[in-house]
């Protein structure tokens, strides 16, 4: 039985939280039950959103410096219960402890980013065609804004919205995965210390955790109160979130699924290769939206790369990811494990050739879902790639030129993460060209999975998709101002209206 007894007292969670509801939570490592936690009904989720209008009235108003204060002090507290947090993070969702404590340290590395974003909110000034007028854009918080996450990463998206969200002025809802609620309410009681800190010049309703299935997700969704809902799933999600916010004229931002490849040139550097191949496609145990799923290697070196990818595949430790030599952890549930066996059934019967895949550990963990990676050597690019399946399950296949290798890459609907193994500037530079990759992110020489903060995360093709995190991701979560100023004596008139002395 995985305790979670001290970790959840370290962060703030009470027994009655962790006992007192109807959700029952299992850990991944075992499958046993590690606790029972209340869901918020229909009117509980309207309360919430009225609450954060009302905080919304308020923190437009406190300047943004100040705003940013708040996040340096929640950074502050995400520091100080960094190992907690990443212990509960691995408890739930099953990741090994240091890809755990990595995401809460991710969740810190984004506050620091907002906090030096609050004195940077800049808007441009505008040239204006007519004399004696100066243009300007202004930028003004948004409103609350949800944000619904996925089960695989359980507090650092929603630390990319939630960080930058509050400085630019906007209250947060947050809908977690109800497979992770604990790390949410955690993160609540993190913000909350925070919160005391800064003293009482915040209002009440910030930041808000609202625990339940799919029901609890589309109230947030379909309400206009919401002006924006960002949400971390998969494609098919997304699309349903997208048309939803859409019929009521809200905005979306979207960060979904990806079917992430990897082109092998002839002058790859192979070690590098390797090492970068093994990290990005087993990690998480493929549970990662940027994890490689599609190796596509030039024949000339194919069977130079796959032997030895296989043999470092069969070193690999797979175990109770709070062990310290474990480099895999479980799926989360049957359900996904039943997924992976069926994509390897699927892809054996399109002419895949598969290495690993299997499950492992069964006798130790009955109901636990621990598998062996898996390699696949497949003839060509079937319809079954094209679908991301959410293991690890790494495709392998061949290619003759650049052209062919960037038209396999793109061939897929999803378009999060790419990246070219090359020391060949041409083609580097190719694929990184409108005529390369079509992802979010395209990368050099480094695999597609560990994204930075500072870049903006995101982009799909399939869906419009949307931006968080780094760059100018803020200006998703305010509003634009046109002004124009008239700082001469006349108002000018539209050409050719002329009014008389009677107006």
């Not at 808007?123 to 854009?137: C, F, N, V």
């Not at 496609?281 to 549970?287: D, F, I, L, P, R």
């Not at 990184?432 to 979010?440: I, K, N, Q, R, W």
Request: hydrophobic share 40%.
């Amino acid at each position: 039985m995985v305790d979670i007894d001290s970790p959840c007292a370290s962060l703030g969670l009470e027994k009655n939280t962790l006992r007192g509801g109807s959700l029952a939570l299992r850990s991944p490592i075992d499958g046993g039950e590690i606790a029972r936690v209340a869901v918020h009904s229909a009117a509980d989720v309207d309360a919430a959103i009225g609450r954060a209008r009302d905080a919304f009235r308020v923190w437009r108003m406190t300047p943004a410096p100040r705003r940013g204060e708040l996040i340096r002090l929640f950074a502050e507290e995400l520091r100080a219960h960094k190992d907690d947090l990443g212990r509960l993070v691995t408890i739930e969702c099953g990741k090994i402890l240091e890809e755990g404590k990595g995401e809460v340290q991710e969740m810190i590395d984004i506050c620091d980013f907002a906090v030096g974003l609050s004195r940077q909110l800049y808007g441009l000034t505008i040239a204006s065609e007519r004399p004696r007028h100066k243009m300007m854009e202004t930028w003004h918080p948004l409103g609350p804004v949800a944000v619904i996450t996925a089960f695989n990463f359980p507090v650092a998206p929603w630390a990319w919205n939630f960080a930058l969200a509050i400085v630019c002025g906007d209250p947060v809802i947050w809908k977690p995965s109800e497979l992770t609620p604990l790390s949410a309410l955690a993160c609540e009681r993190l913000f909350a210390r925070a919160l005391a800190r800064f003293g009482d010049q915040a209002p009440e309703g910030l930041c808000q955790v609202v625990v339940g299935a799919r029901e609890v997700g589309e109230r947030l969704v379909d309400d206009p109160r919401v002006p924006l809902v960002s949400a971390t799933g998969s494609c098919r999600m997304g699309r349903a979130v997208g048309e939803r916010v859409a019929r009521r004229l809200g905005r979306s931002l979207l960060e979904l699924g990806g079917n992430n490849a990897m082109i092998v040139t002839p002058s790859a550097d192979l070690d590098l290769a390797v090492r970068a191949i093994l990290f990005s496609a087993v990690g998480t145990a493929g549970q990662r939206c940027t994890t490689l799923r599609r190796l596509i290697v030039h024949e000339d070196i194919h069977d130079a790369l796959l032997p030895r990818l296989k043999k470092a595949y069969d070193s690999i430790t797979v175990g109770d990811p709070l062990a310290p030599d474990s480099l895999i952890g479980p799926l989360i549930h049957e359900r996904a494990f039943a997924d992976m066996q069926a994509a390897l059934e699927a892809v054996a019967g399109e002419g895949g050739t598969v290495h690993g895949g299997g499950r492992v550990l069964a006798e130790r963990y009955p109901d636990a879902y621990y598998v062996a990676p898996a390699i696949v050597e497949m003839p060509g690019q079937t319809d079954t790639m094209r679908e991301e399946t959410f293991a690890p399950i790494l495709y392998a296949l061949r290619y003759r030129d650049l052209d062919e290798a960037i038209a396999i890459h793109n061939d897929v609907p999803q378009g999060l993460s790419s990246c070219i193994f090359t020391t060949d500037l041409r083609e580097a530079e190719r694929f990184l060209s409108a005529e390369g990759s079509d992802c979010g992110i395209a990368n050099v020489n480094i695999g597609p999975s560990g994204a930075e903060i500072g870049g903006a995360f995101g982009g799909e093709k399939d869906t419009g998709g949307g931006r968080e995190s780094g760059s100018d991701a803020w200006k998703s979560y305010m509003r634009r101002a046109t002004n124009t100023i008239n700082y001469s004596n006349e108002l000018p008139l539209a050409q050719g209206i002329r009014f008389g002395d009677d107006g």
